[in-house]
């Protein structure tokens, strides 16, 4: 007679579960098979659930059991009971259940599978786009499933450890008004309001900050949000942050709870006690040294600001190139490459193509000789003795070492040395391509600036959004030197990668009317973008700030997963799109006239 499993039989262990000390015990399973060995007699098989694998034999003995699975193939879905023996000397190490095996004495087929697209495997050689096309199979394999469940867990533990620090978890909606100024918004037609449009949040900013004027004084929430912005390795067009909003705070305040939090994070996951505090940048400097506000600290090849040296020689330095960068307003930048790390000449001369790839026009480069002279470069040809002296002393450069120069556009040679720095390090071997090569460096980058200078439209711009408290005493540059005004802003970042971001918030309704005006926002303008907020504001607004953590970029990095697809459940691919259900997709004519929208198709460019 059949056992009835799941009706009465019950599963009594995971997968992953049985040790020695369950010898002699009876037993009942429930997964996939996972492979499939027939010993001339016995069946063997290691069957697989999230929690791992364990080895299952049908001996002839149990003669219904046994002619079942002799049908058995790879992911068919089963149910077994049986009894647990000692593999005695055949222990297999590799397998968390490898002291033991299970002898079956009944056997279901909950479902059989058809031969899957790709073997379901830990490391499967199958092009990402079509196991994103069977994300349901994809996710069947270990790696992901070990990923996507230590998500879970800091889940759970960052909800501990905000509700552990009295925060409350509140919701904010995911259809909002739109509001300029930020990254660009998802719309959604309104049927019930023809002609008009929610935004999907690409964060619930102004509502947090509407919690503290509410008087809720600390909230967080792990929420989605949403931006139709380019894809790219860390950027998904949903996905997911822990945001986070306190009153009565200061900088510090912020920083020492997310401080409190990554580090309970890092110690139950990884095991690891993260040092606290953590190390602060000035935003200045971290544009100097490194070309970015997310630096990378695992390793050197700091960039070294030349400008005010060929400013000091002039055109008589000999190199006109550098000169009128200078007298352009742009700034020279140098890098060494030291000569313990000595790169070839042929691999020197690819850097050259990565820096085009990065928007420069080329890339200026010269080896160090042993008394100082410059080779393998054109510049050696006009550059004066004094200016060559006086780079080589700036840049404490050494023979042997190799020599990296970018000049021109400010943000352009930030963009490309910043870009460089990383694919040095990767080519020395100084950090592995992807992860953390099992180190883990911490960073607040702080006092950046308030604005932002639009050079296509000749305006400033909020760097972060118009809510941004600036520093006290730049206050009074508002509306004659926009450009020197830093704020309270902050990023935390780690191994290259910012994880999260947020400010102080400005509450001050005077200070709030000038920082529209350096940004050409009437009084009109700003009530018909931020009224609901600005009137929020008038009421007894409490002083408050706040922060957001990307949590996909923190799972990535903790698991160290190669990109944020591998710990979504299911992800786009770089194009927006999903290749397993097909969305985007189109809509017949009969839903767009109830949502009042038209699609017209443009010409092909």
């Not at 408290?469 to 508002?478: C, F, G, I, N």
Request: charged fraction near 25%.
């Amino acid at each position: 007679m059949a056992v009835p499993f799941i009706s009465e039989v019950k599963r009594t262990h995971t997968c992953g579960q049985l040790t020695a000390a369950n010898v002699g015990e009876e037993v009942v399973l429930f997964g996939w098979v996972h492979n499939r060995r027939d010993h001339g007699g016995a069946v063997f098989i290691d069957l697989r659930d999230r929690d791992g694998l364990t080895q299952v034999v049908f001996e002839p003995d149990a003669k219904e059991a046994h002619e079942i699975a002799g049908s058995l193939r790879l992911e068919f879905c089963i149910g077994i009971k049986g009894k647990v023996l000692s593999r005695g000397k055949n222990v297999n190490p590799k397998m968390k259940t490898g002291e033991i095996e299970v002898k079956a004495s009944d056997l279901t087929i909950f479902n059989r599978s058809e031969p899957t697209p790709f073997l379901i495997e830990d490391n499967v050689d199958t092009s990402e786009e079509k196991r994103l096309a069977h994300r349901y199979l994809d996710l069947r394999r270990g790696p992901l499933q070990r990923t996507l469940m230590t998500r879970s867990k800091m889940n759970a533990l960052t909800r501990a450890y905000m509700h552990g620090n009295n925060f409350l978890e509140l919701e904010t909606p995911f259809m909002g008004k739109y509001t300029p100024g930020g990254a660009r918004n998802f719309l959604v037609p309104s049927r019930l309001n023809p002609g008009k449009f929610y935004a999907l949040a690409e964060s619930p900013q102004l509502y947090k900050q509407l919690f503290m004027v509410a008087g809720f004084d600390r909230y967080f929430q792990i929420v989605k949000c949403f931006r139709d912005e380019d894809l790219r390795l860390d950027r998904q067009p949903e996905f997911t942050q822990i945001d986070v909003e306190m009153s009565f705070v200061t900088q510090d305040d912020i920083f020492t709870i997310i401080e409190g939090l990554l580090k309970k994070l890092w110690g139950e996951v990884l095991g690891l006690d993260i040092p606290t505090p953590f190390q602060r940048m000035d935003f200045y400097e971290s544009m100097a040294k490194y070309g970015n506000d997310k630096p990378d600290l695992r390793f050197g090849l700091e960039h070294i600001v030349l400008t005010d040296l060929i400013r000091e020689h002039g055109a008589a330095g000999g190199v006109p190139m550098m000169w009128d960068a200078v007298q352009e307003k742009g700034i020279v930048k140098a890098m060494v490459v030291p000569a313990e790390k000595a790169l070839s000449r042929a691999e020197s001369d690819k850097l050259e193509d990565f820096a085009k790839q990065a928007g420069a026009k080329g890339l200026a480069r010269a080896k160090v000789g042993e008394g100082g002279e410059w080779t393998q470069s054109p510049l050696s040809k006009t550059i004066t003795p004094a200016l060559r002296l006086a780079i080589n002393q700036a840049c404490n450069a050494k023979p042997g070492d190799l020599l990296l120069f970018q000049f021109g556009r400010e943000s352009l040679v930030h963009t490309v040395m910043a870009n460089l720095r990383v694919h040095v390090a990767k080519k020395l071997g100084l950090i592995p391509e992807y992860g953390s090569g099992g180190q883990w460096k911490f960073l607040w980058v702080v006092n950046p600036p308030l604005f932002e200078f639009d050079e296509e439209t000749n305006t400033w711009a909020a760097a972060h959004h118009a809510f941004t408290r600036p520093h006290d005493e730049d206050v009074q540059h508002l509306l004659s030197d926009p450009g020197r005004v830093k704020c309270h802003r902050y990023d935390v970042v780690l191994n290259g990668f910012e994880i999260g971001g947020g400010s102080i918030r400005l509450h001050d309704p005077k200070v709030q009317s000038e920082v529209f005006q350096a940004l050409g926002i009437q009084e009109e303008e700003a009530r018909t973008k931020f009224g609901f907020l600005l009137d929020a504001l008038k009421f007894g607004a409490p002083p408050h700030g706040g922060i957001a953590l990307g949590m996909d970029r923190l799972v990535m990095l903790l698991t160290g997963a190669e990109s944020l697809r591998d710990v979504i459940p299911f992800p786009k691919t770089k194009t927006g799109t999903d290749t397993m259900t097909g969305a985007p997709g189109d809509v017949d004519e009969k839903q767009l006239r109830e949502l009042h929208v038209r699609s017209v198709p443009l010409p092909q460019k």
